[in-house]
């Protein structure tokens, strides 16, 4: 197998924005290639390839390219990596090559994000790799049996180093919310709840909306801080 990776983007150092380990420094590995298509996704250069041209916005680059890049970015000494996309479940094959080195000779902390379409591979996991999963609702656009897989989402739950963030709209998708928990027995303490949303007020109007029904679930509730700090800009 190759030892390249299909590269979106490599930033940082910046803050994981999102979820479980919000506000914790973070440098980002961005995948290309996504096989969902969100319409509100807003890393769209990721994967449609109508809007944007894929010579331009993808990097095929070998292990070695993508260490030094890496290596390069923790200056402020942030020892976390998240690797996103796109979906970067796509590539885990080769993730799985890729991630020890920074795990273990780095003693760097990882997330993957995915949306939870493809089980991870018995060689991908670690104690160290936590995954971000994120399922898609209905209002993502995408076909149900393209981004409901419930095996898929049961094995997630089963793995300790797993948190599970729902982006909502609205409280109106909190039945579909309530469906996908019950089918696929999601532990509540696992669950993030997160306002969609790409500026400050929209992102503050829907978190005011829903913070009642998430309180009375029992679960998290998550902002987009790189939103509200840089203004959702590309490569923060
Ligand atoms: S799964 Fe993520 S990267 Fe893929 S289209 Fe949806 S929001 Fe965008």
Known sequence: MNRDLVVSEIFGPTFQGEGSTLGRPAIFLRLGICNLACTWCDTKYTWD????????????????DVYQQLWACNGSGARRLVVTGGEPMIQQAKLARFLPKIAQEWNWQLEIETAGTISPHPDLLSKTLHFNVSPKLDHSGN??????????????NTLTECSFKFVVGGIEDFSEIDSIVRECLIDREKIWIMPEG???ATIARTTELVADEVVLRGWNLTTRLQVLAFGDRRGH
Not at 49 to 64: C, G, I, Q, V
Request: a positive charge.
């Open 198 to 200: 790409r500026s400050p």
């Open 49 to 64: 390839w109508k809007s944007y041209n894929p010579k331009e916005e993808l990097h095929r680059l070998t292990f070695d």
């Open 143 to 156: 076909e149900l049996s393209l981004r409901y897989k419930p095996e898929v989402l049961k094995r997630f």
